[in-house]
């Protein structure tokens, strides 16, 4: 798995009308570069570093129904193995396991409300090569209608422990890794309830959250690339974070570590 634990986010990528602009715009956005011969070896699979490290990938559309958006992949040992505990939980598979040749085995999953999430098995040390730091992938979570629903599926397929933050009344709850203690040292992710704030339209989804230097200057930068800022920069119990939308309306979220 590349050295991540099952049920871990090891990758995220962002599918996007135009590869370009794309580039531009988190190029400019997060101090990004990417890959020279994307075409060649990854069919315009577009991986993007930070420092020289892998950090998250641009993809291209290649149908128009599907949504422009970031998405988070989970780690597992056994792709096959795991899609047969998300159907039994009561989600669907939206790409059953494919292999990619030679990196590993992919899947897109989704949970019982919706929210989409990919499956990553690698055959080797591939998925995120720098997390936590500004320019990367810091955390994820999945906003739904039905906490408990969503609760049972998560804590059946991945065996997350599951933590509700004091204060929250049950609305937000964080993941820690299956065996771990539950807690703010192991968290990598969670649940939120969509409140009154979302549109009733809204459905399930998943946010992708990257660390920066500075979340106000980054969501300043964020509008004059051309892009919006659809909940603006605020503190809260870990730091100061926003979320974003690209120029292309992909939503994501900053976060300024304390």
Same mark, same amino acid.
């Given at each position: 798995?590349? /050295? $991540?634990?099952?049920?871990?986010?090891?990758?995220?990528?962002?599918?996007?009308?135009?590869?370009?602009?794309?580039?531009?715009? *988190?190029?400019?956005?997060? /101090?990004?570069?990417?890959?020279?011969?994307?075409?060649?070896?990854?069919?315009? *699979?577009?991986?993007?570093?930070?420092?020289?490290?892998?950090?998250?990938?641009?993809?291209?559309?290649?149908?128009?129904?599907?949504?422009?958006?970031?998405?988070?992949? $989970?780690?597992?040992?056994?792709? &096959?193995?795991?899609? !047969?505990?998300?159907?039994?939980?009561?989600? +669907?598979? !939206?790409?059953?396991?494919?292999?990619?040749?030679? *990196?590993?085995?992919?899947?897109?999953?989704?949970?019982?409300?919706?929210?989409?999430?990919?499956?990553?098995?690698?055959?080797? #040390?591939?998925? $995120?090569?720098?997390?936590?730091? #500004?320019?990367?992938?810091?955390?994820?979570?999945?906003? !739904?209608?039905?906490?408990? +629903?969503?609760?049972?599926?998560?804590?059946?397929?991945?065996?997350?422990?599951?933590?509700?933050?004091?204060?929250?009344?049950?609305?937000?709850?964080?993941?820690? #890794?299956?065996? &771990?203690?539950?807690?703010?040292?192991?968290?990598?992710?969670?649940?939120?309830?969509?409140?009154?704030? $979302?549109?009733?339209?809204?459905?399930?989804?998943?946010? !992708?959250?990257?660390?920066?230097?500075?979340?106000?200057a980054t969501a300043a930068t964020c509008a004059d690339l051309g892009g919006r800022v659809t909940t603006r920069p605020f503190d809260m119990a870990h730091g100061r974070m926003a979320v974003l939308c690209d120029d292309q309306g992909a939503s994501f979220a900053i976060l300024q570590k304390e």
């Open positions: 798995m590349g /050295g $991540f634990p099952e049920g871990a986010p090891c990758w995220a990528d962002v599918t996007l009308p135009d590869l370009a602009a794309g580039k531009r715009f *988190y190029g400019a956005l997060m /101090g990004w570069t990417f890959d020279d011969d994307a075409e060649e070896r990854y069919g315009y *699979y577009t991986n993007a570093f930070s420092g020289g490290k892998r950090v998250a990938a641009l993809v291209p559309k290649r149908d128009g129904r599907m949504p422009t958006a970031w998405g988070v992949y $989970f780690a597992t040992p056994d792709a &096959s193995g795991l899609a !047969v505990r998300i159907r039994a939980a009561g989600g +669907q598979l !939206v790409r059953d396991p494919v292999q990619v040749p030679p *990196y590993g085995t992919m899947a897109v999953a989704a949970d019982p409300g919706g929210a989409v999430f990919g499956l990553w098995q690698a055959a080797g #040390p591939t998925g $995120f090569e720098k997390s936590g730091e #500004p320019g990367s992938f810091c955390w994820t979570e999945v906003y !739904v209608r039905d906490t408990a +629903q969503a609760d049972r599926f998560y804590e059946a397929v991945f065996g997350f422990e599951g933590r509700d933050l004091d204060g929250t009344d049950d609305d937000f709850r964080t993941w820690s #890794p299956a065996g &771990s203690e539950p807690g703010p040292d192991t968290a990598f992710g969670g649940r939120s309830l969509m409140g009154d704030a $979302f549109p009733a339209e809204m459905p399930d989804h998943f946010l !992708v959250y990257f660390a920066v230097g500075d979340c106000d």
